[in-house]
């Protein structure tokens, strides 16, 4: 089972970034843990600050991986492009979000990406990445 976590603008903050909305954690240390608990699965990460990057990095995993794990952040809210990317792979992608972004500000309430993506987890914090993982073992 390989699959792979992408994380989009600013989540390479996390630990820093309004750690009361984000948590203290850095992904880094979260994603150890991650290697850890689930070691039958090939998990890898990649982050990107350029919307370009990450669509380029969803068609070259797109038709191979298992699982595509993704977070795009504030790009899920304004980007067509990768809305597209995500409808136009085979591979099945989960889209997460840490916050619950349903309480948040109106325009975090749009997505671009949910209806291409299998299943939408979001409000669960970082733990919202473990739930993913489990719904491809499932
Ligand atoms: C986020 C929610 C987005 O609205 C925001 O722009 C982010 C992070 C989340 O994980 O809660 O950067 O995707």
Same mark, same amino acid.
Not at 71 to 90: E, I, P, Q, R
């Given at each position: 089972?390989?699959?792979?976590?992408?994380?989009?603008?600013?989540?390479?903050?996390?630990?820093?970034?309004?750690?009361?909305?984000y948590g203290?954690?850095?992904?880094? @240390? +979260?994603? =150890?843990?991650? !290697?850890?608990?689930? =070691?039958?699965? !090939?998990?890898?990460?990649?982050?990107?600050?350029?919307?370009?990057?990450?669509?380029?990095?969803? !068609?070259?995993?797109?038709?191979?991986?298992?699982?595509?794990? &993704?977070n795009?952040?504030? +790009?899920?809210?304004?980007?067509?492009?990768?809305?597209? #990317?995500?409808?136009?792979?085979?591979?099945?992608?989960?889209?997460?979000h840490i916050s619950?972004? $349903? $309480? =948040?500000?109106?325009?975090?309430?749009?997505? +671009?990406?949910?209806?291409? #993506?299998?299943?939408?987890?979001?409000?669960?914090g970082l733990?919202g990445?473990?739930? #993913?993982?489990?719904?491809? &073992? @499932?």
């Amino acid at each position: 089972m390989k699959l792979i976590i992408i994380n989009g603008p600013n989540l390479n903050l996390l630990g820093k970034r309004e750690p009361e909305v984000y948590g203290k954690q850095t992904f880094e @240390d +979260y994603f =150890r843990g991650l !290697q850890l608990q689930f =070691r039958e699965v !090939q998990l890898e990460y990649f982050q990107s600050n350029i919307e370009g990057e990450l669509i380029s990095k969803i !068609q070259e995993v797109g038709f191979t991986y298992d699982g595509i794990i &993704l977070n795009a952040a504030a +790009y899920t809210h304004t980007s067509v492009g990768l809305g597209d #990317a995500v409808k136009a792979v085979d591979t099945p992608v989960v889209e997460v979000h840490i916050s619950n972004v $349903a $309480a =948040r500000e109106p325009f975090r309430h749009e997505s +671009y990406i949910s209806a291409g #993506a299998r299943g939408v987890i979001f409000g669960f914090g970082l733990q919202g990445y473990d739930l #993913a993982i489990r719904s491809f &073992l @499932d």
